[in-house]
């Protein structure tokens, strides 16, 4: 059974400190890794895909990277419209996706 | 634009009632799935259509019906023996072979 753990469950961060959110899984025939951006009450906004280990992908204040048991997203000088939950999840070789729990992000300014 | 439309986005549900969120996307994805959302928590997949007229159960499907009998259109139906429905419900779509899925806006429940 794929499984994917996101921690912190929460994190609170002055704006402009830079920290990390952490995505740990385990899959069976890794097709993808997937972050998402959710806003309180819509539906999670695609960010990236990483498909090996090794790979980093980045954009404006994010850098998702990957090993092969678990996925770092970046955030570098963060501002208070970062504030949102970052979901990760993980693509198997059915093409079925596997969500994290996600962590909240709360930037205060 | 391409997208996926859910409706209604609020919705309100008596106890012992049957009621229907609906999903329409014109991405022309084969692929179509609904996921539930509890505060705090994060997506289970309750039911996955990735051809018309067919679907299959995911993690959570007691309680809950579906239909694909169009491309475009993946109707959710929450019944009475759905005991705790009240949650944040996500469609999504994604073709055959793309990397990742393309989520709609979601509807909540409520029971009233």
């Known amino acids: 059974e794929d499984q994917v753990t996101q921690s912190p469950e929460a994190l609170r961060l002055q704006e402009g400190e830079s920290s990390s959110l952490n995505c740990s899984y385990t899959?069976?025939?890794?097709?993808?890794l997937f972050w998402y951006r959710q806003d309180p009450g819509k539906g999670p906004e695609f960010l990236f895909t990483?498909?090996?280990a090794g790979e980093e992908k980045e954009k404006e204040r994010l850098k998702a990277t990957l090993t092969k048991k678990e996925s770092f997203l970046h955030i570098t000088a963060p501002k208070p419209e970062d504030s949102a939950t970052y979901l990760c999840?993980?693509?198997?070789?059915?093409?079925?996706?596997?969500f994290g729990g996600g962590t909240r992000l709360m930037v205060k300014p | 634009d391409g997208g996926i439309t859910q409706s209604p986005k609020y919705l309100f549900r008596k106890e012992g009632q049957n009621v229907t969120l609906s999903c329409e996307q014109n991405?022309?994805?084969?692929?179509m799935y609904w996921y539930r959302q509890d505060p705090g928590q994060g997506l289970r997949l309750i039911y996955y259509?990735?051809?018309?007229?067919?679907?299959q159960k995911g993690d959570i499907a007691e309680g809950y019906s579906v239909s694909r009998e169009k491309k475009e259109s993946f109707p959710l139906t929450v019944t009475s023996a759905q005991k705790n429905p009240t949650a944040f419900y996500l469609c999504?779509?994604?073709?055959?072979?793309?990397?990742?899925?393309?989520f709609g806006s979601g509807t909540r429940l409520t029971v009233v």
């Open positions: 999840a993980v693509l198997n070789a059915g093409n079925m996706l596997t």
């Open positions: 259509s990735q051809i018309v007229n067919d679907f």
């Open positions: 899959v069976s025939g890794l097709r993808g």
């Open positions: 991405l022309n994805h084969d692929a």
């Open positions: 990483l498909y090996s």
């Open positions: 999504a779509s994604s073709t055959t072979y793309q990397q990742g899925y393309t």
